[in-house]
């Protein structure tokens, strides 16, 4: 019965194992073998009493390797005195194994303290877990290969770096690898090549690709991989990114104002990314002389399509506004990104200047312009007045010169 009752806390104990525990560490977290059929080989790590605690521990083994290791103990105590505590385990290769990695993990659990009766455990137990993965060697060549991608640096160079391990029992002899580049329409744009290396067995070597980005817009992209070895291929595939997934905000308008009524903003932004940008909108915040926000307003989410321009529409409430000039901040929102452009707003009777993108946006169409119309109207007048007079000067002095 004590027997069961034992089996039974420690499936409980299982159960609720915690993968990360503070008060207990474990090194080293992996060990990588190969393998040699029939070969015995000893692993030793160390538990370490991070919190200096006494407590007693458990130890088991889990994987498809289990049956195959041998623990040299597999409970023990640790006083608060005591900063590590040492254990090893031997492993025997068995006469054959999958090709690949297999693997087995090793978990030491921390068992919580025992209620006053002693009968009981009291509280989640807690566990570290060190793993051990063998190395079985595929017939002939076999290239196992990865894709690290980084840039682009401030050249707009992308680096791909591609790790490539032999891991049959023959050597590689000539390894080399092609990338080709897509957009995520998945359209073909681009390709590299990189150098040769050769690979012994069970050994590990890298390729490297370089890529000019400069005359790419910015957005996300494929890279697709192929590793060619001795006639034979791998391939893979990743994502990656070049630039930012930017919104720029290109033009402000306010169109038929009138001081005291609602102010409606045009805004013009662009999506400078290569794939589509969903429920964003415009945030528009206008300060008074204090530099406290006098009006905050938004406008209406709006999905963009890659590389396109579209008009987003906020309205601001002039009620009780007077004329002059106000700063004021434009966010542009998407997602988890976010923009900001502060300007100038030069209020005044029937319009709002726009000032801080570069030029100044004069917005009212009907009346505003009459103004300065006008002036042009005037000058033309004049200036024409003024050549025709010289042309009548011009021709009575050269009809006095031929009466004479």
């Given at each position: 019965?004590?027997?069961?009752?034992?089996?039974?806390?420690?499936?409980?104990?299982?159960?609720?194992?915690?993968?990360?525990?503070?008060?207990?560490?474990?090194?080293?977290?992996?060990?990588?073998?190969?393998?040699?059929?029939?070969?015995?080989?000893?692993?030793?790590?160390?538990?370490?009493?991070?919190?200096?605690?006494?407590?007693?521990?458990?130890?088991?083994?889990?994987?498809?390797?289990?049956?195959?290791?041998?623990?040299?103990?597999?409970?023990?105590?640790?006083?608060?005195?005591?900063?590590?505590?040492?254990?090893?385990?031997?492993?025997?290769?068995?006469?054959?194994?999958?090709?690949?990695?297999?693997?087995?993990?090793?978990?030491?659990?921390?068992?919580?303290?025992?209620?006053?009766?002693?009968?009981?455990?009291?509280?989640?137990?807690v566990g570290v877990a060190t793993q051990l993965h063998v190395l079985v060697p595929y017939p002939g060549k076999y290239a196992d290969m990865d894709l690290?991608?980084?840039?682009?640096?401030?050249?707009?160079?992308?680096t791909f770096l591609i790790p490539v391990v032999s891991r049959g029992d023959l050597d590689l002899v000539d390894v080399r690898a092609t990338v080709d580049?897509?957009?995520?329409?998945?359209?073909?744009?681009?390709?590299?090549?990189?150098?040769?290396?050769?690979?012994?067995?069970?050994?590990?070597?890298?390729?490297?690709?370089?890529?000019?980005?400069?005359?790419?817009?910015?957005?996300?992209?494929?890279?697709?991989?192929?590793?060619?070895?001795?006639?034979?291929?791998?391939?893979?595939?990743?994502?990656?990114?070049?630039?930012?997934?930017?919104?720029?905000?290109?033009?402000?308008?306010?169109?038929?104002?009138?001081?005291?009524?609602?102010?409606?903003?045009?805004?013009?932004?662009?999506?400078?990314?290569?794939?589509?940008?969903?429920?964003?909108?415009?945030?528009?915040?206008?300060?008074?002389?204090?530099?406290?926000?006098?009006?905050?307003?938004?406008?209406?989410?709006?999905?963009?399509?890659?590389?396109?321009?579209?008009?987003?529409?906020?309205?601001?409430?002039?009620?009780?506004?007077?004329?002059?000039?106000?700063?004021?901040s434009v966010f542009l929102r998407y997602g988890e990104h976010s923009g900001q452009k502060d300007l100038q707003l030069k209020v005044s009777t029937n319009?709002?200047?726009?000032?801080?993108?570069?030029?100044?946006?004069?917005?009212?169409?009907?009346?505003?312009?009459?103004?300065?119309?006008?002036?042009?109207?005037?000058?033309?007048?004049?200036?024409?007045?003024?050549?025709?007079?010289?042309?009548?000067?011009?021709?009575?002095?050269?009809?006095?010169?031929?009466?004479?």
């Open positions: 019965m004590s027997k069961l009752k034992f089996v039974l806390c420690f499936a409980l104990i299982v159960v609720i194992i915690s993968v990360q525990a503070s008060a207990m560490g474990i090194t080293p977290g992996r060990t990588t073998l190969k393998y040699e059929p029939g070969a015995e080989q000893t692993v030793g790590f160390k538990i370490i009493n991070s919190e200096k605690e006494d407590f007693q521990a458990v130890i088991l083994v889990q994987g498809e390797l289990n049956e195959s290791i041998a623990l040299s103990e597999v409970s023990f105590d640790m006083t608060s005195g005591e900063a590590e505590h040492s254990v090893s385990y031997t492993f025997k290769a068995p006469p054959s194994l999958k090709p690949g990695s297999r693997s087995a993990e090793i978990v030491v659990i921390k068992l919580p303290k025992k209620s006053g009766s002693g009968a009981t455990f009291v509280g989640a137990a690290n991608i980084a840039g682009p640096d401030g050249n707009g160079q992308v580049i897509y957009t995520s329409l998945n359209e073909k744009i681009d390709s590299v090549s990189t150098g040769r290396v050769s690979i012994a067995s069970g050994q590990r070597n890298e390729l490297v690709g370089v890529w000019d980005s400069k005359n790419f817009t910015s957005g996300a992209y494929k890279a697709v991989v192929t590793v060619l070895y001795d006639e034979q291929a791998a391939k893979m595939e990743k994502v990656f990114e070049i630039g930012s997934r930017t919104l720029e905000l290109q033009q402000v308008e306010v169109n038929e104002f009138s001081l005291g009524d609602i102010a409606k903003f045009e805004l013009l932004v662009e999506n400078k990314w290569n794939q589509p940008i969903t429920g964003a909108f415009a945030q528009m915040q206008i300060f008074n002389n204090d530099k406290q926000v006098m009006a905050d307003f938004k406008s209406a989410n709006y999905d963009i399509p890659a590389l396109s321009k579209a008009l987003m529409v906020a309205f601001w409430d002039t009620k009780g506004v007077k004329e002059g000039t106000y700063d004021s319009e709002i200047n726009v000032i801080g993108l570069g030029y100044v946006i004069s917005q009212d169409k009907k009346s505003g312009s009459s103004g300065s119309s006008s002036a042009l109207v005037t000058v033309l007048v004049i200036v024409i007045a003024l050549l025709v007079l010289v042309n009548l000067a011009w021709f009575l002095v050269l009809r006095k010169k031929l009466k004479k």
